[in-house]
């Protein structure tokens, strides 16, 4: 491959990775200041290569957004609303057990459940609701909670943070979202979300998990006022902890969605933004497994063209998502199995169906 960069200013780090040693942070901010695209891909893709062959995964999954009552008003999100504010919602535990039982029948095998931070809901009605889903069938995977919710249900229930974790997990929570991170650097979450969690406590949330055996997602999000430094910063802490835990399955780039937030003057990520940062995730994260393209919110043609861009995971069916398209996705709310093998084929890689692990299934 390093015959390809004699011309690159990349040719060095192509050099890094063809033999495959680990990138620095200049290199990944080098990486995230270069306009050569098809360089980076390239780089990625053959790391994705090295790692799962020709393979790109989904799921049959059901997302539940239990509530969007919110304690919290980041300027980021549009997801979230006030008590008999126009909007709001929540659903109760046997409607949540009816939207898993229709599901069940589409052959799903994950729960991916998050909402707000609801203002008078106590740990029990969490527990109860992991109890009810996990009864649907005891072989649903629940994928739940970012950092933040475990956060503050500990403190509603006056618990630590493993304590906490154990309640839940004794309940049926099976993996943790990797929701919430945002960007790490404090400047950067005092604009977007001045009232969440600091890094160093979302990181602590993730590490307890994984100290425990469970596993969890990481992600990022970009396309606000967050600076190339500031993305590198981010990477190298998920890295970081990775290195200590080796807690993550998969690292997913979030792209920010502007409408109907507070910050609607910004632009968000372009799609090339967003392939770049995909395949530069591939590439510095080094002891992450997976790297997956959320087709929800970045639309099913940049996530067939991310395939190539070190992404090796499309997600998988959905099902009435509402955070992203609450705050303007016009993608659709589910795709069929159908649809996600052909898209992987399409893009022209053999389509894999794994489980919230990334155990293969059939």
Request: hydrophobic share 40%; glycine share 6%; with cysteine.
């Amino acid at each position: 491959m390093n015959r390809l960069f004699d011309k690159s200013e990349l040719r060095d780090i192509a050099a890094t990775v063809e033999v495959g040693q680990r990138l620095t942070d200049a290199e990944c901010l080098r990486l995230f200041a270069s306009n050569d695209l098809p360089a980076i891909g390239m780089m990625a893709d053959l790391v994705r290569e090295r790692r799962h062959g020709n393979r790109a995964f989904y799921i049959l999954n059901r997302h539940i957004n239990y509530s969007n009552l919110c304690i919290l008003d980041c300027d980021f999100c549009a997801f979230y609303r006030r008590p008999k504010q126009e909007g709001a919602y929540e659903y109760t535990v046997a409607e949540m057990v009816a939207k898993a039982q229709a599901a069940l029948a589409l052959g799903i095998t994950e729960l991916h459940i998050v909402g707000g931070l609801h203002p008078t809901w106590k740990l029990d009605r969490y527990v109860e609701m992991l109890r009810a889903l996990r009864a649907v069938d005891h072989r649903l995977h629940l994928k739940a909670f970012t950092a933040i919710e475990i956060r503050h249900l500990a403190k509603i229930s006056k618990r630590s943070i493993p304590e906490t974790l154990a309640v839940l997990r004794e309940a049926g929570l099976g993996s943790l979202t990797g929701g919430g991170a945002e960007i790490f650097a404090p400047e950067v979450r005092q604009v977007i979300c001045h009232a969440k969690e600091t890094a160093e406590e979302w990181l602590e949330v993730h590490r307890e998990w994984h100290k425990m055996g469970g596993r969890s997602t990481c992600t990022m999000l970009i396309g606000h006022v967050e600076k190339p430094e500031h993305r590198v910063d981010h990477l190298r802490r998920l890295r970081e902890l990775q290195d200590e835990t080796g807690g993550f399955t998969a690292f997913v780039t979030l792209a920010f969605h502007p409408e109907n937030t507070q910050l609607f003057h910004l632009p968000g990520p372009s799609g090339a933004d967003l392939l770049k940062t995909l395949a530069i995730a591939r590439l510095y994260l080094d002891n992450v497994p997976h790297i997956k393209a959320y087709w929800v919110l970045m639309g099913m043609k940049l996530a067939q063209t991310a395939l190539s861009f070190g992404v090796d995971d499309i997600d998988g069916t959905v099902i009435e998502e509402k955070i992203y398209h609450m705050a303007g996705a016009k993608t659709p709310q589910q795709m069929a199995r159908e649809a996600l093998e052909c898209a992987i084929r399409e893009a022209g890689r053999a389509p894999v169906l794994r489980d919230s692990l990334y155990q293969e299934i059939g």
